[in-house]
């Protein structure tokens, strides 16, 4: 299995060939076309409009505004495209908004993969009573 994104010789990020400044000349249709099958059907079914108002603030905003004040967010199926890079979305995951930092890396990827909504369960020590032959141990 090959990987979508490596880095070139120098450490530079490169993406199916693209290097970060290219990739993010590019118009939304021809970015598309280098997406994973799903995120590139997504992308060309057309966005709703609530993707469309995050892409729109995106490109609008800078690195340093979104480090203080994150792009909020509850679409966790949004695409994460090359604009995006650098800037701080707060992604809403069920119980409160959490931040993510948008790396190069993750590219191709949705917002939604990056904050987990489900917590770790810890389990303790069976209890009398938990289980069967729980019932038949000594008390003393």
Do not use: C, W
């Not at 987990?116 to 303790?124: A, F, I, K």
């Amino acid at each position: 299995m090959s990987t979508e994104y490596r880095t070139g010789r120098e450490g530079e990020f490169t993406y199916r060939g693209y290097d970060l400044d290219e990739l993010q000349e590019m118009s939304l249709d021809e970015v598309a076309e280098l997406l994973p099958a799903r995120q590139r059907r997504t992308i060309t079914r057309g966005l709703s409009d609530d993707h469309q108002k995050v892409l729109e603030e995106a490109r609008e905003s800078t690195p340093e505004e979104t480090a203080n004040d994150p792009i909020r967010t509850h679409l966790r199926d949004m695409p994460v495209l090359p604009d995006f890079v650098g800037l701080t979305f707060a992604v809403y995951t069920g119980q409160e908004f959490e931040r993510v930092e948008i790396q190069p890396e993750m590219i191709g990827h949705y917002l939604g993969e990056f904050q987990l909504t489900r917590n770790s369960v810890e389990h303790g020590q069976a209890g009398i009573g938990a289980t069967r032959s729980s019932k038949f141990v000594p008390l003393k």
